[in-house]
């Protein structure tokens, strides 16, 4: 008599193993939550503003990425404020404003520092 195996009753054999490879592997990957945890986004906000205080209307604001070197830009509102969400907690940036012709000294923001938000005065001597 032929002695082999039969598909189904192979897979009935590896059951067990399956079951018990699914339930380490749930162990081993971290889950959605902690994957969030440790991607913590932070905002930076704050006004640009000249000597005297007052807000900067159309100041453009720079926060530059100092692993990729990437900058993002944007224009400050009617009252100088300005606002960079969903920025990554791992990496450093570095922070200035530019407003006819003059430049705001520059900010860093460290993946050090554990903040979630910012709020930064960036000054333009403007006289």
């Known amino acids: 008599m032929a002695s082999y195996s039969h598909p189904v009753s192979r897979l009935v054999r590896l059951l067990p193993l399956l079951c018990c490879l699914a339930v380490l592997t749930s162990f081993a990957l971290p889950s959605p939550q902690l994957l969030a945890q440790q991607q913590t986004q932070r905002i930076v906000q ?30 400050a509102s009617d009252d100088g404020s300005f606002r960079f969400g ?7 940036y570095e922070l200035w404003a530019e407003f006819d012709g003059k430049k705001s000294p520059v900010k860093n923001i460290s993946s050090f520092d554990t903040r979630a938000e910012f709020n930064l005065t960036l000054k333009i001597d403007t006289k």
């Open 86 to 92: 969903q920025l990554l907690q791992s990496t450093d």
């Open 46 to 75: 704050g006004k640009v503003v000249n000597s005297s205080g007052a807000g900067l209307k159309n100041a453009t604001i720079f926060l530059k990425d100092t692993r990729t070197l990437a900058i993002k830009s944007y224009i």
